[in-house]
């Protein structure tokens, strides 16, 4: 592999963890909870669009985005003024009980870049899992339904409700039970393992994993006029980033339709311009009866949104709320946050360096025996670490150790699925940063291989 030689770059002065990095760790250790999933010590300190710096000094490549939550870069200054702005004036009043003319603000700003046709009603909470929360909530009360389906693979939020829907890995329903009941998963169209080659074969696979909720689950088990919604991420996060085929989703729309099921999109991860779409879900031409959204919405600060078609939320007062959704601080982020996007078209960026990152990277399951596979949309990429690509057997403990490397060279990467490493850096992401990040990923998994 040939190393490029860059004008700018990762910058680590100290081994890692560093000194003041051991310390903040070994006070973690001693007062946080050990719930916390930390895949490597890193210590943050500060943060400017794709760089944040350590308590050490060292500076990163932030190509996870905080979890895909720094949408336009670290501590972006039009972001940045705006908090500081509403800091200033008010911070809090409650929504719930009051009024704030920022809430109007944003709901009309999403209502006009909304993945379905208006008019629209919007819920503030806090994040991505209250926004399911209360997704769940207007399901159950607009059908006077009492069943869900969702499905294997899906992360959905860890409170009770969003964890019942959740099926991403056991140990985050481990010791909880019981959980909301109501809920029945099925197979995701993880076209990867489930076909057999070729695109003929990998749409039968999808149109057959939606086809199993009508066909086996409604004739068997679930009385379809028992289902309230169904619950989809169009791009699987934690289960792996794994894309869901424009043809299985047209058919869960034609399902919900014939039975009156409403279709509910997580877009927590995968929404806010994240796929070169406000929506992930658009590059399928579907339209949800509810999306979810949050992370990426405020570059950093909390807020969830449940939006849905003005007719489905139509509880009345006290059916839900929150004293601190649609906090004004938080919603002025978000405006400002939908301000950058649009002014230095990320949309364009996102599809521009998601397109070149992905095609560096496509022939890597032929160059790179760890590599199965190379998916996703835009900025929201997943490549998938196997350790057999005939079986292709998880490569989990092969995917942990190159994201450790990663890290130790200056690239902040996370792991979601069994064995996938997720790329997921901030919408301002340069193409020189973009090679940076691809080189030691590339330089990761060759160590590894070997």
């Excluded at 039009?78 to 709901?107: P, R």
């Excluded at 339904?145 to 939020?157: C, E, L, P, S």
């Excluded at 995968?270 to 031409?285: D, I, L, N, P, Q």
């Excluded at 403990?397 to 790329?423: H, K, M, N, Q, Y």
Aim: net charge neutral; charged share 20%; aromatic share 8%.
């Amino acid at each position: 592999m040939t190393t490029k030689t860059l004008t700018a770059g990762p910058k680590i002065k100290t081994a890692l963890p560093g000194p003041n990095a051991k310390r903040i760790l070994a006070g973690d250790d001693k007062y946080i909870s050990p719930s916390y999933t930390r895949s490597y010590p890193m210590v943050a300190k500060s943060g400017r669009g794709v760089v944040v710096t350590d308590v050490d000094g060292n500076e990163f490549f932030d190509f996870s985005a905080g979890i895909a939550v720094t949408s336009t870069g670290h501590c972006h200054p039009e972001v940045v003024a705006a908090i500081q702005k509403q800091a200033a004036e008010l911070i809090h009043m409650s929504g719930t009980d009051f009024y704030y003319a920022n809430m109007v603000e944003l709901a009309e700003r999403l209502s006009k870049i909304a993945p379905m046709a208006g008019p629209h009603k919007i819920y503030y909470g806090n994040s991505g899992t209250e926004a399911i929360e209360a997704a769940l909530k207007i399901a159950r009360y607009h059908t006077k339904r009492q069943n869900i389906i969702a499905f294997f693979g899906a992360f959905h939020g860890r409170t009770m409700g969003a964890l019942s829907l959740t099926a991403s890995k056991p140990q985050q329903k481990r010791r909880f039970a019981p959980l909301v009941p109501g809920v029945t998963h099925v197979r995701y169209p993880d076209v990867y393992r489930g076909g057999t080659g070729g695109a003929q074969d990998a749409e039968a696979f999808a149109l057959g994993c939606a086809r199993f909720i009508e066909e086996k689950l409604f004739k068997t088990t679930l009385p379809p006029e028992e289902v309230a919604a169904i619950f989809v991420e169009p791009i699987q996060g934690e289960g792996g980033y794994v894309v869901a085929p424009t043809p299985f989703m047209q058919e869960l729309r034609r399902i919900c339709d014939r039975h009156g099921i409403l279709l509910v999109v997580d877009e927590v991860q995968s929404g806010v311009g994240r796929t070169g779409k406000w929506w992930a879900v658009e590059h399928t031409g579907v339209q949800p009866d509810i999306v979810c959204m949050a992370k990426g919405i405020a570059s950093g600060m909390p807020l969830g949104v449940t939006m849905s078609r003005a007719e489905i939320m139509d509880w009345v007062p006290g059916s839900h709320a929150s004293t601190f959704g649609g906090n004004p601080v938080c919603v002025a982020a978000a405006l400002a946050t939908l301000d950058v996007i649009e002014k230095e078209g990320l949309l364009a960026n996102a599809t521009e360096i998601g397109n070149y990152m992905r095609k560096r990277m496509a022939d890597w399951p032929r160059k790179h025996r760890l590599v199965g596979d190379v998916r996703g949309r835009g900025l929201m990429i997943g490549v998938e670490i196997v350790k057999d690509q005939a079986t292709k057997e998880y490569g989990n403990v092969e995917r942990d150790r190159i994201v450790e490397l990663a890290f130790e060279r200056g690239i902040l990467f996370l792991g979601c699925g069994p064995s996938t490493v997720r790329i997921s850096p901030p919408l301002v992401v340069s193409r020189e940063e973009a090679d940076s990040a691809i080189d030691v990923l590339e330089e990761c998994i060759e160590i590894v291989g070997k």
